[in-house]
């Protein structure tokens, strides 16, 4: 089945530092990918979506200067975490839309992110 | 946004117990997909349903569509603990997926 590699799955670092999480559809072409926040025991709470070639669609109360999204290419959405603070740990999934199998849609293992 | 309500949000059985999951909105969905999700790792899917009033199998777990397409249920049937974890329903309305609040189940042996 159709695979999305998600890296780094682990990630800590220090406040203020910029932090890159790439998603990437190995074996099709993903034109639309979704970013979503996860909380200790909560569900997902999507962030944005990201269409290949253009801006991303952030949700409401989502800072759109502090979570950049790019999805340069068909295969690959990066989000970045800018000036990254402790409010800002949390588990960040990502998912892309794979039209060729019926528009199912394939998560990332994740990616949980630590601010010291 | 689209809002999915998902309860109950915990549940704690004993091997063997069957357990049924709903999920209810008030909003039309063109389908609606299952997933069950293990700390530390993304969701992976179980089931996607389409058509209203559909009933999909997968070994002991069961799962229906509403026929207004605006509600499903997940029923397990002799739980294992193998079984627990989060289980998540979303609803797809296009070109977004909208996550009810997950139920987190614990099958103790």
């Known amino acids: 089945g159709a695979v999305v590699s998600q890296h780094p799955s682990w990630v800590i670092c220090k406040s203020g530092t910029s932090v890159k999480i790439e998603c990437r559809s190995l074996?099709?072409?993903?034109?639309?990918m979704f970013w979503y926040r996860q909380f200790p025991k909560q569900s997902l709470m999507l962030m944005a979506t990201?269409?290949?070639?253009?801006?991303?669609?952030?949700e409401q109360g989502v800072e759109k200067d502090k979570f950049l999204i790019n999805h340069a290419s068909l295969t690959l959405s990066t989000l970045t975490v800018t000036s990254a603070h402790p409010e800002d740990s949390s588990f960040y999934i990502c998912?892309?839309?794979?039209?060729?199998?019926?528009?199912?849609?394939?998560f990332g293992s994740g990616t949980q992110l630590s601010v010291l | 946004t689209q809002l999915l309500e998902q309860s109950p949000q915990f549940l704690s059985i004993q091997e063997g117990e069957n357990l049924t999951v709903y999920c209810n909105s008030s909003?039309?969905?063109?389908?609606l997909q299952w997933y069950r999700q293990e700390p530390g790792e993304g969701p992976v899917l179980l089931v996607t349903v389409v058509t209203g009033g559909e009933v999909k199998k997968l070994k002991r777990l069961t799962f229906q569509f509403g026929d207004a397409r605006k509600d499903s249920s997940l029923h397990i049937t002799a739980a294992q603990p193998g079984d627990t974890g989060l289980y998540l329903c979303a609803g797809d309305a296009g070109n977004m997926l909208t996550f009810g609040g997950g139920t987190r189940l614990m099958v103790k042996p």
């Open positions: 074996d099709f072409q993903a034109t639309t």
């Open positions: 998912s892309a839309r794979d039209r060729g199998l019926g528009e199912k849609l394939f």
């Open positions: 909003s039309v969905f063109s389908s």
């Open positions: 990201s269409n290949e070639g253009s801006k991303a669609t952030y």
